[in-house]
């Protein structure tokens, strides 16, 4: 009795070192000199968002962000249409695409041809040949079958791990995601998912000098908030089937 105790404590204390901060308006003195990306949202070209990609810029500079990805649903033409509108030589806008596998949904990154959806191995191969970066989205998150799909062997084949996603509901989705991530040692992310305006930048993830060195170094560190988790849902629930569907009855 006495070894189990120890163990669930071992367990309990592991679970809480991997806590991240959360979101804060003024940033502590740790973060000076580091860049902050949002690294998962979505733009009008996702049925599921309506933002318009020059909201994207205006939201994500306001926010102190120096880049982001667009990352649509299984297209890459709002990472386009952003990358085009995008004139500041100081801000990095990355074509991305969130697409949709066997074994849940990749954020591809640095891409710049679309990935058709279909079988992980082969989506996480193109992303290889296209010189690009993986990452598996929300592994463990409650919405979907996205927490049944993410197991086996596949956090192995990623690049890196989503460690926090501001549309998360409950904390543990985004702790169990960065405990997976420390087991296994792989470097974490994180990104909003912004569908809305008020979305853009309530998580990002930090790092020196450039994304790709930064992931393959293991050096990027996160910082979120999923309070507007829940409303954040609950209007995507209405853009993308009720919005959506006047749309095409005009």
């Known amino acids: 009795m006495k070894s189990n105790n120890n163990n669930n404590t071992t367990e309990n204390n592991n679970f ?93 990154l640095y891409i710049n041809e679309e990935i058709k959806p279909g079988k992980f191995e082969d989506v996480i191969k193109e992303i290889k ?16 079958l996205q927490r049944k799909r993410a197991s086996g062997n596949i956090y192995d084949k990623v690049d890196a791990i989503e460690g926090f996603n501001a549309r998360s509901f409950f904390k543990f989705e985004n702790y169990e995601a960065q405990i997976k991530a420390k087991e296994i040692d792989k470097p974490i992310t994180a990104g909003s998912d912004y569908h809305f305006w008020f979305e853009v930048g309530r998580a990002y993830t930090m790092f020196e000098g450039d994304l790709k060195t930064a992931i393959k170094e293991h050096k990027t560190n996160i910082r979120g908030s999923n309070l507007f988790a829940i409303p954040a849902r609950i209007i995507t629930f209405f853009q993308k089937y009720i919005i959506s569907a006047l749309k095409n009855y005009k």
């Open 129 to 144: 040949q296209q010189g690009g970066i993986s990452i598996l989205a929300h592994p463990f998150s409650m919405v979907g």
């Open 16 to 108: 809480n070192n991997y806590k991240i901060n959360n979101y804060k308006k003024n940033n502590s003195h740790v973060d000076i000199g580091m860049k902050r990306y949002d690294l998962h949202g979505h733009s009008y070209y996702s049925k599921c968002s309506n933002l318009k990609p020059k909201i994207i810029l205006k939201r994500a500079k306001k926010r102190g962000l120096n880049g982001l990805a667009v990352t649509d649903h299984n297209t890459i033409k709002g990472a386009v249409e952003t990358k085009k509108l995008n004139k500041d030589p100081n801000f990095e806008v990355i074509i991305g695409e969130e697409v949709m596998t066997n074994k849940g949904e990749v954020l591809a």
